[in-house]
């Protein structure tokens, strides 16, 4: 018996791009899997061309009640799959064409118990040179604030108990991608971006801004754990020596710091320990979330 695989597809008018990907992904997967395609319509309302070339194909469509960006269109799908599918294998993928079809089973091939397989994919971003520069930099800043190095996107396959997982946790209600190291160990598996099959990109500055903030927002945990204890070592020293000052110039003012040491040492104090009230909300705040996320889904 073939092992069934569902390959869930965010999709925002990619008629051009389906036309072209879902008759070679019914190919290669023909001869060794049972597979479902499960295309999400992202419009906020039903797309008579998108539904025309999936009913062409035999492809399962379903519509999101508005435009939700394709993070959570994917969650949107995924929850839809284990639901009404529930296929063994389940894999993700933009439908713009930047996934290359050919390496879905290489993904499905690597998957293991207790992981996700994830396309690192390599080469240049498509939006130009400025974007690719402001991308990179948006990288670094992630991986120094959560250590998980964001070279990965929706382009991804897991067994079933992981999509179960996924479509009841409180940390994908905002993205998807970037919330997966939170759930299992991801395993990489080079993958070369190829070209987007229709027009130009949708990503954008704004686009750039929104999907940084999104992607952090499941890591709020560690990111206020680990900046709290980075801002501990500055405020601790800086109001040590701000009270050696003090004392300094009560009984050996001829021996104390210049004022404007003292000045710039009080100054830091306050902003490290600003600092530290923020993280400690940021964590109350992420916590109470996450608290809330679940018992709404609970009772939904």
Known sequence: ????VSI??????????????LPQIFEILSNSYEAT???????????????????????NIISVPYNMGSQEAILYGIRYEVQHIKSDL????DSDGQDDVREIKTLLESVAEN????????????????FGGLYLLYKKIFYYL?????????FAAYKRDIALHISCSPHFSITYSLALPLIAEIKRIPVKRLERIDGNSRVGYHGLFVHGIRSIFPHLIKVSLRLAKITCIPMFLSIILVLVSFVMHIFIPQYAFPYWITTILFVAAIV???????????????????QMSSHIKKYE
């Open 1 to 4: 018996m073939k092992t069934s």
């Open 8 to 21: 869930i597809m965010p999709c925002y008018e990619e008629v051009k791009c389906l036309e072209k990907l």
């Open 37 to 59: 395609v499960l295309v999400v319509n992202d419009f906020g309302m039903p797309d008579a061309a998108t539904e025309n070339v999936c009913r062409k194909y035999l492809t």
């Open 90 to 93: 389940i894999l993700t993928m």
């Open 115 to 130: 992981e996700i397989s994830v396309a690192q994919r390599s080469g240049k971003r498509p939006e130009g040179k400025t």
């Open 146 to 154: 959560t250590g998980i190095m964001p070279d990965f996107g929706n």
């Open 272 to 290: 490290s320990t600003q600092i530290l009230i923020v993280c400690l909300i940021l964590f109350t705040t992420a916590i109470l979330t996450r």
